[in-house]
């Protein structure tokens, strides 16, 4: 399937981006960033259904954090170096027993003999805690996400934690290479190299 075929957004409403000087449109009336997501008007950035490209929430979502990130560097005048990719979790690598069954039925259907009824919908949407339950069985493939396993498997106190959201610290001088930590991440967060001779 191409992405035009998966796209269900449609674009943006374009009247405000039309009064700024620099900013350009494509055919579609969609338009036109450079890799910052910055507009041809300095400091004026766009995403979403507003910008070429997939029309899809995933693809918004994606893009609100790329442009936070390149309007934050653009306001201190520095540049948002991205990080470098890490190589990918392949299946498997991942350890899932750690994560939950996912066999539970989260969305609330209709009885079947109500569903000629009327025109009520079948399939409900998902109510707050079902949205919370379904988005904490992200597996993070390669991605910490801050489990502590590494933490507590270490038998040597080399893992330094550096608070919420701030992840940890290997203390080298500590570090015996056992690979305990590595062995027990359930998403392949950790990678060992060979020390440098
Ligand atoms: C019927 C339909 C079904 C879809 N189904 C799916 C789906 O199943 N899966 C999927 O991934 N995607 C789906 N999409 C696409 C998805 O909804 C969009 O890609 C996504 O919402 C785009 O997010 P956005 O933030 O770029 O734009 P929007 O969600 O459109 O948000 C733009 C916001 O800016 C506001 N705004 C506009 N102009 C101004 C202005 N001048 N001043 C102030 N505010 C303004 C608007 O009111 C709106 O709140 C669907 C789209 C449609 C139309
Ligand atoms: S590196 Fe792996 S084991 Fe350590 S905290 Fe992150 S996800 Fe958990
Ligand atoms: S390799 Fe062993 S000693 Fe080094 S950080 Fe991991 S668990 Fe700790």
Same mark, same amino acid.
């Given at each position: 399937m191409s992405a035009d075929e998966r796209s269900t957004g449609s674009t943006g409403e374009s009247a405000v981006m039309r009064t700024l000087p620099g900013v350009e449109f494509d055919h579609d009336d969609s338009v036109r960033v450079n890799e910052s997501l910055?507009?041809?008007?300095?400091g004026i950035f766009a995403g979403g259904d507003m910008v070429p490209g997939e029309r899809t929430v995933t693809a918004g979502v994606g893009h609100g954090k790329k442009a936070a990130h390149h309007i934050d560097a653009w306001l201190r005048r520095t540049s948002a170096a991205r990080p470098a990719k890490h190589p990918i979790a392949t /299946?498997? *690598?991942?350890?899932?027993?750690?994560f939950d069954d996912a &066999? +539970? *039925?989260v969305q609330p259907e209709l009885p079947a003999e109500q +569903?000629?009824?009327?025109? &009520?919908?079948?399939v409900g949407g998902l109510s707050s805690q079902a949205a919370t339950f379904e988005a904490g069985r992200?597996?993070?493939?390669?991605?910490? /996400?801050?489990?502590d396993g590494c933490l507590g498997a270490c038998p040597e106190d080399a893992i330094v934690k550096l608070g919420a959201g701030h992840g940890y610290r290997y203390d080298y001088d500590k570090c015996t290479g056992c690979a305990e930590c590595f062995e027990q991440c359930p998403v392949h967060a950790i990678e060992m190299f060979p020390e440098p001779t």
């Open positions: 910055m507009t041809g008007c300095p /299946f498997e *690598r991942l350890h899932l027993w750690y &066999d +539970r *039925r +569903r000629t009824a009327g025109f &009520d919908e079948v992200c597996l993070s493939c390669g991605n910490c /996400f801050e489990c």
